[in-house]
């Protein structure tokens, strides 16, 4: 059963801050997801990436397969990214990561 | 194109009773996955379904059941409710079986047992 590890567990900045959250596995995967849950708020799939780096906007995902880690970068941050970001392979979550970016 | 669709949104029930979740995938999707989140334990795995099998089940007690129609929608069933088994149900679909496919979620159902 693989393990999923997220650091940090909380996470407050000022808005316009460069935001990384982490993530690591214990057993080898075929693909990583990156989701984001906004409070009462539905899940939404941010990336599912299997090797390398993604970007969409404002948001990039990266992914080492050999170190078992991906991170998820958050550039110029804004209030509206406040949230939580969950790693997953699909079968086993991160307890979450809670963003909070103030004005 | 429409989202994934669970139904009901809310349900109330009582200890010892059953209830069925329903999850209606994207048009063309054939996997659908269900997950129990808590605040307690976060999102865990329930199962997986494509074309109608069973790939994939978590570690949950049988009282925790699924199927899948020829349609692609599913549904779960918790039969001898608990207390503990209030939660938000979700669902997610995608186009292939894990680990291929983007996932795709539900609003969820959230389930109070009293």
């Known amino acids: 059963k693989n393990e999923v590890e997220q650091s940090p567990q909380n996470l407050t900045a000022q808005e316009g801050e460069f935001i990384t959250i982490n993530c690591s596995y214990s057993v080898g995967i075929s693909a990583l997801h990156w989701l984001q849950q906004h409070p009462g708020g539905g899940i939404v799939s941010l990336f599912m990436?299997?090797?390398g780096k993604k970007k969409h906007g404002r948001l990039i995902a990266t992914i080492n397969i050999q170190e078992k880690h991906s991170s998820l970068h958050i550039t110029a941050s804004h209030p509206r990214d406040s949230a939580v970001y969950i790693c997953?392979?699909?079968?086993?979550f991160g307890k979450g990561t809670h963003l909070i970016i103030q004005p | 194109k429409a989202g994934v669709t669970q139904t009901p949104r809310y349900l109330i029930k009582t200890r010892g009773q059953q209830v069925t979740l329903s999850c209606s995938p994207i048009s063309g999707h054939r996997s659908v996955s269900w997950y129990q989140q808590t605040p307690g334990q976060g999102l865990q795995f329930l199962f997986e379904y494509f074309s109608e099998t069973q790939r994939n089940k978590g570690n949950f007690p049988g009282r925790f059941s699924g199927r899948q129609f020829s349609n692609s929608r599913s549904e779960m069933n918790v039969s001898t409710l608990e207390l503990g088994d209030s939660a938000l149900y979700l669902c997610?679909?995608?186009?292939?079986?894990?680990?291929?496919?983007?996932?795709?979620f539900g609003e969820g159902s959230r389930l109070t047992v009293l």
């Open positions: 997953a392979d699909g079968l086993t």
């Open positions: 997610a679909s995608s186009l292939g079986v894990r680990p291929s496919g983007e996932l795709f």
């Open positions: 990436l299997s090797s």
